[in-house]
């Protein structure tokens, strides 16, 4: 599995997501994106539970806090 296919993935999923397709080509194709970045993931030995750590730090800041955060980290 490369770079290349979850690329695909994702461009399948812009693309229904821009055509206004219904929920289910929608969740099916994001199910896809998902289950191709784990792959990826797994590839360079990255858990699964350290992406849900960083997301419930994302999801407990403000936006504004979140920005902020990448800037002085940049």
């Known amino acids: 599995m490369t770079l290349q296919s979850e690329r695909e993935e994702v461009d399948e999923l812009c693309r229904t997501l821009e055509e206004n397709e219904d929920k289910s080509r929608t ?3 994001m199910a896809d994106v998902l289950y191709h970045a784990m ?3 797994a590839n ?3 858990k699964i539970e350290d992406v849900m750590q960083v997301l419930r730090q994302r999801f407990s800041q403000s936006g504004v806090e979140t ?3 990448r800037i002085s980290q940049g």
């Open 67 to 69: 920005k902020r955060g």
């Open 44 to 46: 360079k030995d990255v």
């Open 39 to 41: 792959v990826l993931l």
């Open 27 to 29: 969740a099916s194709e």
